[in-house]
């Protein structure tokens, strides 16, 4: 059965009753962890992990949200309320339905590989979700062991370093990069995000070896690997900062607010877009448009602006 859409006054009567839960002192506060299905493991501020239910209405919850708890006389424990969030990140799955990730990030982890080679469109959408939720975007290009040393595989810093993305390359195998990427972690709530078979769990498992992490495998049919996180989880790292590993997806549409122009979510278009002759210039085929002169005369990238104009026509479809 589809559940019953709420009406805006509904949602804001929810909203209005969940602050003052909030502001009880008869509820406890705690860590969303882990989210599969109808159970939710929140850790309280004691560090004790604790298994609890959901009251109805309150919408969905994933890892990293900070939530309100109740205790029932039975020892129960049911999640009533959920904290103010720093940020969202969400996508738009296959049905055309908003799925949420992950909460109160401030590093995104976008996960390549040189094998399976990487798609500059999924990653430019990653790229997207993450400046329109502002959370701070890197790129991690793993197994970087099956590359040419010194070579920039697939030209990605050539494209992105100019944006100001940093980008880390990796490899568990031979161990370059890992020490790198470690030292960005503490102090920071990072999410690693990508298709299934670049290495997260992997990457994860090197992160914390006494988690049991599974490996995914590479299909030798067409090198895209089977899915083997199931579920969100969020992990407290050995040397500060936490970590969220998300299920592996294989095409990632974000969730675009359409009350912002969507160039605003591509740092180079954005900047330059500010000198084009209209305000409202959506970068098409305008008359004296800045961000085209800049993609022919090179100072932006081909593959950024076409994926621009990708995404550009896909918010136009709906």
Aim: aromatic fraction near 6%.
């Amino acid at each position: 059965m589809a559940k019953r859409r709420l009406s805006q006054q509904q949602r804001n009567r929810i909203q209005a009753a969940q602050h003052a839960i909030l502001e009880h002192d008869d509820y406890g506060h705690g860590l969303v962890v882990s989210h599969q299905g109808g159970q939710i493991l929140v850790e309280l501020q004691s560090a004790t992990t604790i298994e609890c239910k959901i009251k109805s209405n309150l919408g969905t919850i994933v890892c990293g949200d900070r939530v309100a708890i109740e205790t029932t006389a039975q020892q129960q424990h049911r999640v009533v309320g959920i904290l103010e969030r720093d940020n969202l990140l969400r996508r738009v799955d296959g049905f055309g339905q908003v799925r949420s990730v992950a909460a109160n990030i401030s590093q995104l982890f976008v996960c390549l590989a040189v094998s399976p080679e990487p798609n500059l469109f999924l990653l430019d959408q990653y790229l997207l979700s993450a400046e329109q939720q502002q959370i701070e975007a890197r790129i991690l290009l793993n197994k970087i062991d099956l590359a040419t040393a010194g070579e920039d595989p697939f030209g990605l810093r050539q494209i992105y370093q100019p944006l100001g993305y940093r980008q880390v390359d990796t490899s568990v195998i031979s161990g370059v990069g890992m020490e790198e990427f470690s030292a960005l972690l503490p102090g920071q709530v990072s999410v690693l995000s990508g298709v299934s078979g670049v290495g997260k769990s992997s990457l994860t498992s090197w992160l914390l070896p006494q988690e049991e992490i599974k490996i995914a495998s590479i299909s030798a049919a067409n090198e895209e690997g089977r899915h083997t996180t199931r579920a969100s989880r969020l992990y407290h790292l050995p040397g500060g900062g936490d970590l969220i590993d998300t299920p592996g997806v294989r095409g990632f549409s974000p969730f675009i607010d359409d009350s912002r122009p969507l160039a605003l979510g591509f740092r180079e278009i954005r900047e330059i877009g500010n000198g084009c002759r209209f305000h409202n210039c959506l970068h098409r085929n305008e008359p004296k448009c800045a961000v085209i002169a800049a993609v022919d005369s090179g100072v932006i990238a081909q593959s950024r602006y076409q994926n621009y104009q990708k995404m550009l026509r896909q918010l136009a479809a709906g």
